[in-house]
T-cell receptor
Framework: DAKTTQPNSMESNEEEPVHLPCNHS???????IHWYRQLPSQGPEYVIH???SNVNNRMASLAIAEDRKSSTLILHRATLRDAAVYYC??????????????FGKGTLLTVNP | DAGVIQSPRHEVTEMGQEVTLRCKPI?????LFWYRQTMMRGLELLIY????????DSGMPEDRFSAKMPNASFSNLKIQPSEPRDSAVYFC???????????FGQGTRLTVV
């Protein structure tokens, strides 16, 4: 599986933007970039995904570098509820066993009031 | 839909006993994933199914673990015999198509004493 690298932890203040980086230098042309997060004592939840273009949804924005070797998840105004572990995952559209959703260690985001 | 439903939420059992964890995926979803989460190893994919057929069970730790999906509405994960090192939170997730967002259940916290 193509590997991603994320910082172990980050801190933010409430109502400020947060930029969570992810490096994926071995990404292949058919890998989509997915982000999930896991709130305390809950299962992971989907945040956003993209291939080449930047993506926006209600929860966040995903900015993808032109060479696709890195991406950034952007939370526009962090709230206390956004404190979670954020996982950046590569998923190959090739199918079969490539439909694995393999989690790394993620980034623990702390939001200060 | 009520989401992915796992039962029980908590299970405490003695070493050597058989343990059965249950999962009801979201109706209409054709992929089902079983994960295990521990502090040491993070989130590990154990096995996943497509249309009730196991596709990849390479993450199943040993023969003591087995998983079945007898129909589209139900899957179970069995551990026989259970050992203290099996203590973890077990998550089930489902998705429509192998590549779309996966929805996770609340997990089953298993403690083997």
């Amino acid at each position: 599986d193509a590997k991603t690298t994320q910082p172990n932890s980050m801190e933010s203040n409430e109502e400020e933007p947060v930029h969570l980086p992810c490096n994926h230098s071995t990404i292949s042309g058919t890998d989509y970039i997915h982000w999930y997060r896991q709130l305390p004592s809950q299962g992971p939840e989907y945040v956003i995904h993209g291939l080449t273009s930047n993506v926006n949804n209600r929860m966040a924005s995903l900015a993808i570098a032109e060479d696709r070797k890195s991406s950034t998840l952007i939370l526009h105004r962090a709230t206390l509820r956004d404190a979670a572990v954020y996982y950046c995952i590569l998923r190959d559209v090739g199918g079969g066993s490539n439909y694995k959703l393999t989690f790394g260690k993620g980034t623990l985001l702390t939001v200060n009031p | 839909d009520a989401g992915v439903i796992q039962s029980p939420r908590h299970e405490v059992t003695e070493m050597g006993q058989e343990v059965t964890l249950r999962c009801k995926p979201i109706s209409g979803h054709d992929y089902l994933f079983w994960y295990r989460q521990t502090m040491m190893r993070g989130l590990e994919l154990l096995i996943y199914f497509n249309n009730n057929v196991p596709i990849d069970d390479s993450g199943m730790p040993e023969d003591r673990f087995s998983a079945k999906m007898p129909n589209a509405s139900f899957s179970n994960l069995k551990i026989q015999p259970s050992e203290p090192r099996d203590s973890a939170v077990y998550f089930c997730a489902s998705s429509l198509g192998g590549f779309t967002e996966a929805f996770f259940g609340q997990g089953t916290r298993l403690t083997v004493v």
